[in-house]
């Protein structure tokens, strides 16, 4: 029995689907096809504030009589026709929903209104480009924000055909998912394009794009063991840009992928073209699109790369190129199943990364980037099983999250090494071959892959997709030494001890004193199983060590080659050892740099002893990738987990070592890619100097602290007429060469320079004025508003706090997506001191901004503002529930029960990492 909907306000007005409600409209509904039109003749019009949109659906009710509603978040609509009846917009339309009542058996509805253009990133958004003037569109719908542009029946399972129709300036680019078939005059200028129907496809992965983007065109030549034809390639970014697209670079990489997922699956590429485009304030870092991927502009480098964001954009294009089969071809139903097509993405990007391009460490940026951002989030009080329960569309939003990604990507590399790589891929093929153009949930994945592998999968889904928490590892070592692993799943308290198919290593210095590999043993830990022997001379055995004495040196490394995900707890003298020596293969010191942070971040490990191993061994991180991750966690334990009393002491020694880093005299050569990332880091670690109680008063020019910090900021900035210094200022024009020689100094160098300065107080608003005039640019802009909200003066403060709180500047425009969270940055950039008075009034906004502002720039509001920079309470670390900011934030938590889960979630986690800094801070360690 079908649930008819009501007409009452409440339920045309509620933005957030159910699931409930989308088994009951997916139980009714079959879709056909859509035929959507898009005007957008004003989108020239700054004072335009929506466009007209057109849609004509068909589609089948299994019940008819009864009722459903289409989705529509909209500024107006004019007319609702279904089967030929004018429904009266007022009684069926609300704000985000249209009642479609007494259906038949085929229908046929076309809705007529407005849609708003978008500064938040969510649904199509307009975009003025500060450099030249010019206008440009695209648009960004997941999950559920094709509905701000069209009508929709939006959730993944209701698939349908889309014939998209776009009206445009006549010289702008117009392009959709599908090739132009038809160019039409609309007068005025304008033309429409007609675009050729797509395949069956959700509603949240269409997309429009629309502007005077330039444009490249190339070709890759297909796959004849797939029987996969030529596929036109095209990249799109704004004109502005265009001098700094490496266009062949990224043909290049998009060739390679081709070639190797097709090698993988033998299914061929389903989506005709393949364009990609890079926009600019794009909230994500890609999104899968079939035909034309959309990308943040951020990876058209106009500063230096270094090799890990040239790695980092190929693993971005492979992981949207694995979703054109893992999600576009085969999607989830709902969204408890995201993981289906995220963590799929995640592991099979970086594959392809690994085996197809020059990057053949991707597995080491994996391992010591992406499972970091599991790790926390999957120790979050919020946290959740990879497949999870999602309720609601506010869930789904929240749920793009380090679980649903990399652990989800994580644990499918354990379930690869459990079940084989063969195994595996054959059950991809063959889960594409049943479900293709439909949707699957996660016992249709397994169930091709118990067939496939032969192995019994009924108890490791239970274990590894279906519980949260992160299980921990270490050896007990002994006459027979045990592989041991605990785990709880914190959100039912029970123990959980996962299945695990490892390898553990031991490691001894060479001559030079770096920790090589002696052994290594493979391990099958059961599910249930509290740990597993280790073989006899294996890798943590006494005999495997090369004749080692007691009390030598050595690292016994548990999850070598980070085939598991897992914590893993080092044995006092390998964290002896890799405290004092670096480890030379890439993945096995990433794996044990992991382990070095989360013991931080558990107060096991001083955050002192941390900056010291970092400046004195990152020098030998060869990865620069991982190189940038230790020096960032390093200002990061400084900053948050390190006592008040010391941090002091530690900027010096870190400042220092950043300091030699950039000089090129030590193992960091000058000009290196290392070299910019320690001035990156050094720039966010010089903000720190300005904190009230750690370098005195920053306007005191004699302060050495202060005074060695400004050198090297300005020696970068010497000889830029953007960033002239005021006058009778004693640094010498040629500083940079002294202090960092071959750095090459370009707009990013110059701005973390400013925003340092600002933050310091040695730039004044003028200064960074005549900055930005020098290079206006949309990166620029940005820089600048972060840097003009740092400069320490409670004016300054109060005038950045109101222009969060209220979505606008000082003069009434509204803040887009990324200057919000700008000024949001600048805000909390340095000196507490400056932000602490804000903090009583930060809780009464919470409910008033989500409930005013998209889901998007809510969260950019609330997470920007949060109170995070505090120092611990006398006691130790049980006396820091009494925190007035945790007591705060708990008693807001407690006095809104009803809240939206994802406001509440947004507030929970940061409360725990609050907390966590605390208690570590705390504990004097």
């Given at each position: 029995?079908v649930?008819?909907?009501?007409?009452?306000?409440?339920?045309?007005?509620?933005?957030?689907?159910?699931?409930?409600?989308?088994?009951?409209?997916?139980?009714?509904v079959?879709?056909?096809?859509?035929?959507?039109?898009?005007?957008?003749?004003?989108?020239?019009?700054?004072?335009?504030?929506?466009?007209?949109?057109?849609?004509?659906?068909?589609?089948s009710?299994?019940?008819?009589?009864?009722?459903?509603f289409?989705?529509?978040?909209?500024?107006?609509?004019?007319?609702v026709?279904?089967?030929?009846?004018?429904l009266?917009t007022?009684q069926?339309?609300?704000?985000?929903?249209?009642?479609l009542?007494?259906?038949?058996?085929?229908?046929?509805?076309?809705v007529?209104?407005?849609a708003?253009?978008s500064?938040?990133?969510?649904?199509?958004?307009?975009?003025?480009?500060?450099?030249?003037?010019?206008?440009?569109?695209?648009?960004?719908?997941?999950p559920?924000?094709?509905?701000?542009?069209?009508?929709?029946?939006?959730?993944?399972?209701?698939?349908g055909?889309f014939?998209?129709?776009?009206t445009?300036?006549?010289?702008?680019?117009?392009?959709?998912?599908?090739?132009?078939?038809?160019?039409?005059d609309?007068?005025?200028?304008?033309?429409?394009?007609?675009?050729?129907?797509?395949?069956?496809?959700?509603?949240?992965?269409?997309?429009?794009?629309?502007?005077?983007?330039?444009?490249?065109?190339?070709?890759?030549?297909?796959?004849?063991?797939?029987?996969?034809?030529?596929?036109?390639?095209?990249?799109?970014?704004?004109?502005?840009?265009?001098?700094?697209?490496?266009?062949?670079?990224?043909?290049?990489?998009t060739?390679?992928?081709?070639?190797?997922f097709?090698?993988?699956?033998?299914?061929p590429?389903?989506?005709?073209?393949?364009?990609?485009?890079?926009?600019?304030?794009?909230?994500?870092?890609?999104?899968?699109?079939?035909?034309?991927?959309?990308?943040?502009?951020d990876?058209?480098?106009?500063?230096r790369?270094?090799?890990?964001?040239?790695?980092?954009?190929?693993?971005?294009?492979?992981?949207?190129?694995?979703?054109?089969w893992?999600?576009?071809?085969?999607?989830?139903?709902?969204?408890?199943d995201l993981?289906?097509?995220?963590?799929?993405?995640?592991?099979?990007?970086?594959?392809?990364?690994?085996?197809?391009?020059?990057?053949?460490?991707?597995w080491?940026?994996?391992?010591?980037?992406?499972?970091?951002?599991?790790?926390?989030?999957?120790?979050?009080?919020?946290?959740?099983?990879?497949?999870?329960?999602?309720a609601?569309?506010?869930?789904?939003?929240?749920?793009?999250?380090g679980?649903?990604?990399?652990?989800?990507?994580?644990?499918?590399?354990?379930l690869?090494?459990?079940?084989?790589?063969?195994?595996?891929?054959?059950?991809?093929?063959?889960?594409?071959?049943?479900h293709?153009?439909?949707?699957a949930?996660?016992?249709?994945?397994?169930?091709v892959?118990?067939?496939?592998s032969?192995?019994?999968?009924?108890?490791?889904?239970?274990?590894?997709?279906?519980?949260?928490?992160?299980?921990?590892?270490?050896?007990?070592?002994?006459?027979t030494?045990?592989?041991?692993?605990?785990?709880?799943?914190?959100?039912?308290?029970?123990?959980?001890?996962?299945?695990?198919v490892?390898r553990?290593?031991?490691?001894?210095?060479?001559?030079?004193?770096?920790?090589?590999r002696?052994?290594?043993?493979?391990?099958?830990?059961?599910?249930?199983?509290?740990?597993a022997?280790?073989?006899?001379?294996?890798?943590?055995?006494?005999?495997?060590?090369?004749?080692?004495?007691a009390?030598?040196?050595?690292?016994?490394?548990?999850?070598?080659?980070?085939?598991?995900?897992a914590?893993?707890?080092?044995?006092?003298?390998?964290?002896?050892?890799?405290?004092?020596?670096?480890?030379?293969?890439?993945?096995?010191?990433?794996?044990?740099?992991?382990?070095?942070?989360?013991?931080?971040?558990?107060?096991?490990?001083?955050?002192?002893?941390?900056?010291?191993?970092?400046c004195?061994?990152?020098?030998?991180?060869e990865?620069?990738?991982?190189?940038?991750?230790?020096?960032?966690?390093?200002?990061?334990?400084?900053?948050?987990?390190?006592?008040a009393?010391?941090?002091?002491?530690?900027?010096?020694?870190?400042?220092?070592?950043?300091r030699?880093?950039l000089?090129?005299?030590?193992?960091v050569?000058?000009?290196?890619?290392?070299?910019?990332?320690?001035?990156?880091?050094?720039?966010?670690?010089?903000?720190?100097?300005?904190?009230?109680?750690?370098?005195?008063?920053?306007?005191?020019?004699?302060?050495?602290a202060?005074?060695?910090?400004?050198?090297?900021?300005?020696?970068?900035?010497?000889?830029?007429?953007?960033?002239?210094?005021?006058?009778?200022?004693g640094?010498?024009?040629?500083?940079?060469?002294?202090?960092?020689?071959?750095?090459?100094?370009?707009?990013?160098?110059?701005?973390?320079?400013?925003?340092?300065?600002?933050?310091?107080?040695?730039a004044?608003?003028?200064?960074?004025?005549r900055?930005?005039?020098?290079?206006?640019?949309?990166?620029?802009?940005?820089?600048?508003?972060?840097?003009?909200?740092?400069?320490?003066?409670?004016?300054?403060?109060?005038?950045?706090?109101?222009?969060?709180?209220?979505?606008?500047t000082?003069?009434?425009?509204?803040l887009?997506?990324?200057?919000?969270s700008?000024?949001?940055?600048?805000?909390?950039?340095?000196?507490?001191?400056l932000a602490?008075?804000?903090?009583?009034?930060?809780?009464?906004?919470?409910?008033g901004?989500?409930?005013?502002?998209?889901?998007g720039?809510?969260?950019?509001t609330?997470?920007?503002?949060?109170?995070?920079?505090?120092?611990?309470?006398?006691?130790?670390?049980?006396?820091?529930?009494?925190?007035?900011?945790v007591?705060?934030?708990?008693?807001?938590?407690?006095?809104?029960?009803e809240?939206?889960?994802?406001?509440?979630?947004?507030?929970?986690?940061?409360?725990?990492?609050?907390v966590?800094?605390l208690?570590?801070?705390?504990?004097?360690?």
């Amino acid at each position: 029995m079908v649930t008819t909907p009501t007409a009452e306000p409440a339920f045309l007005d509620r933005t957030n689907l159910t699931r409930e409600e989308a088994r009951e409209r997916s139980a009714l509904v079959t879709v056909h096809d859509y035929d959507v039109h898009v005007d957008l003749g004003t989108a020239l019009d700054a004072q335009a504030t929506g466009f007209r949109t057109r849609t004509s659906l068909t589609f089948s009710c299994a019940d008819p009589g009864s009722s459903t509603f289409l989705d529509f978040i909209h500024d107006g609509v004019e007319s609702v026709v279904l089967n030929g009846r004018c429904l009266d917009t007022a009684q069926v339309c609300g704000g985000s929903r249209i009642l479609l009542p007494d259906l038949a058996g085929s229908n046929e509805v076309t809705v007529v209104g407005t849609a708003l253009y978008s500064t938040s990133g969510e649904g199509l958004h307009r975009f003025v480009d500060p450099s030249d003037g010019r206008t440009y569109l695209y648009t960004q719908y997941e999950p559920a924000d094709a509905r701000r542009v069209f009508a929709t029946f939006e959730q993944p399972d209701l698939k349908g055909r889309f014939t998209f129709h776009l009206t445009g300036p006549a010289d702008w680019v117009l392009a959709s998912n599908q090739p132009e078939a038809a160019r039409r005059d609309a007068g005025e200028g304008l033309v429409t394009v007609d675009f050729s129907p797509t395949p069956p496809m959700s509603t949240y992965i269409t997309t429009l794009l629309a502007g005077p983007y330039a444009v490249w065109e190339d070709r890759w030549d297909g796959h004849p063991g797939s029987g996969a034809p030529v596929v036109p390639l095209s990249l799109y970014c704004r004109r502005s840009m265009a001098g700094a697209m490496d266009a062949e670079r990224v043909f290049d990489t998009t060739r390679a992928g081709l070639d190797h997922f097709h090698d993988l699956f033998r299914v061929p590429y389903p989506w005709g073209r393949y364009g990609q485009a890079f926009v600019p304030e794009y909230n994500l870092g890609a999104m899968e699109n079939p035909g034309l991927v959309t990308l943040t502009e951020d990876y058209v480098f106009s500063s230096r790369a270094t090799r890990a964001q040239y790695e980092g954009r190929a693993t971005t294009i492979m992981h949207e190129m694995a979703h054109m089969w893992f999600g576009d071809l085969v999607t989830m139903r709902w969204w408890d199943d995201l993981w289906l097509k995220e963590s799929f993405a995640d592991y099979m990007g970086t594959l392809a990364v690994a085996e197809a391009t020059e990057f053949t460490d991707a597995w080491t940026t994996f391992a010591h980037r992406r499972k970091g951002w599991a790790y926390v989030q999957d120790q979050y009080p919020t946290t959740h099983p990879i497949v999870a329960d999602i309720a609601d569309l506010e869930a789904a939003r929240q749920n793009f999250d380090g679980i649903t990604y990399a652990k989800g990507a994580s644990v499918l590399k354990q379930l690869v090494a459990f079940v084989g790589r063969e195994a595996f891929m054959a059950a991809s093929r063959e889960y594409f071959a049943r479900h293709a153009w439909g949707n699957a949930a996660l016992q249709d994945f397994l169930a091709v892959l118990e067939e496939v592998s032969g192995r019994d999968l009924a108890d490791w889904p239970v274990q590894w997709l279906q519980t949260a928490g992160v299980p921990e590892l270490w050896v007990r070592d002994g006459e027979t030494p045990v592989l041991c692993q605990r785990g709880t799943d914190p959100a039912t308290g029970r123990q959980v001890l996962r299945p695990h198919v490892l390898r553990v290593g031991r490691y001894a210095p060479d001559d030079g004193g770096r920790l090589v590999r002696t052994a290594v043993t493979d391990v099958e830990v059961a599910s249930g199983a509290t740990g597993a022997h280790i073989a006899a001379g294996g890798a943590a055995g006494h005999e495997a060590a090369g004749g080692e004495g007691a009390g030598a040196v050595r690292l016994v490394l548990p999850n070598d080659e980070d085939l598991t995900y897992a914590k893993i707890r080092l044995d006092p003298a390998s964290v002896a050892a890799v405290l004092e020596h670096p480890v030379t293969d890439s993945l096995a010191a990433a794996t044990v740099w992991a382990a070095l942070w989360n013991m931080t971040r558990d107060g096991l490990l001083p955050a002192a002893d941390f900056v010291g191993a970092c400046c004195r061994l990152s020098g030998h991180l060869e990865d620069v990738g991982l190189y940038s991750q230790v020096l960032g966690q390093a200002e990061t334990a400084i900053r948050r987990y390190a006592p008040a009393g010391v941090r002091t002491g530690l900027r010096v020694r870190f400042g220092a070592a950043l300091r030699e880093a950039l000089s090129g005299s030590g193992s960091v050569v000058a000009g290196s890619d290392r070299q910019r990332a320690a001035m990156r880091v050094f720039a966010l670690l010089a903000r720190g100097a300005a904190d009230a109680g750690d370098a005195g008063d920053a306007e005191d020019a004699d302060h050495d602290a202060v005074r060695g910090v400004v050198t090297v900021l300005e020696s970068v900035l010497a000889g830029w007429p953007g960033g002239a210094r005021p006058a009778g200022d004693g640094t010498a024009e040629g500083g940079r060469a002294a202090v960092a020689p071959g750095l090459e100094v370009d707009a990013e160098m110059r701005w973390a320079a400013l925003q340092a300065l600002a933050a310091l107080g040695r730039a004044d608003q003028d200064r960074l004025d005549r900055a930005l005039a020098a290079e206006v640019t949309a990166q620029t802009a940005v820089w600048h508003r972060t840097a003009s909200a740092a400069v320490p003066e409670a004016r300054v403060r109060e005038q950045a706090w109101t222009a969060v709180i209220t979505g606008r500047t000082a003069d009434g425009r509204v803040l887009s997506n990324d200057h919000l969270s700008a000024v949001a940055a600048g805000f909390t950039a340095s000196r507490p001191d400056l932000a602490a008075p804000f903090t009583p009034r930060y809780w009464p906004e919470l409910t008033g901004i989500w409930a005013g502002r998209s889901n998007g720039l809510a969260s950019r509001t609330i997470g920007g503002l949060f109170p995070a920079a505090q120092d611990a309470l006398p006691g130790g670390p049980d006396a820091q529930d009494a925190h007035p900011v945790v007591a705060a934030a708990r008693a807001w938590l407690a006095e809104h029960p009803e809240a939206p889960r994802a406001l509440l979630r947004i507030v929970v986690e940061r409360t725990d990492d609050l907390v966590r800094s605390l208690r570590v801070q705390a504990a004097g360690r």
